[in-house]
């Protein structure tokens, strides 16, 4: 089983930053952060799979947010940069274990981000 606890959310202003940290126990082959602002479906907007620390991002966030791992791949983090009002939002870590199946199905508590002036 994995657990996976966020922190670092917080209210910032447009263009300000925020890094995000997701602290994992257990094994976890592939960690993502997603969002879920009012009314919205959860969405992805980064993983990397640990192994290879390759990295993925929604297009919405490429450029400004980085997703990355500690040396011991024990906690994952999400910088983001050149946030905007629309960045506002609930952000979720989750993990899968294996690289089958694809789907994420240990979650965080989640941590909120707003951005705001």
């Known amino acids: 089983q994995v657990q996976l606890v966020e922190s670092g959310g917080g209210l910032v202003q447009p263009g300000g930053s925020l890094r995000l940290s997701c602290a994992a126990t257990g094994r976890a082959f592939a960690v993502g952060w997603f969002r879920q602002a009012p009314g919205k479906e959860r969405a992805l907007v980064a993983s990397?799979?640990?192994?290879?620390?390759?990295?993925s991002y929604t297009d919405s966030v490429k450029g400004r947010f980085t997703i990355s791992s500690d040396s011991a791949k024990t906690t994952v983090y999400l910088q983001m940069n050149s946030l905007k009002p629309e960045d506002t939002a609930v952000y979720y870590c989750?993990?899968?274990?294996?690289?089958?199946?694809?789907?994420?199905?240990?979650w965080g508590q989640g941590t909120q981000v707003t951005v705001s002036s």
């Open positions: 990397i799979t640990l192994s290879v620390s390759s990295t």
């Open positions: 989750a993990a899968r274990s294996k690289l089958f199946p694809s789907s994420y199905d240990y």
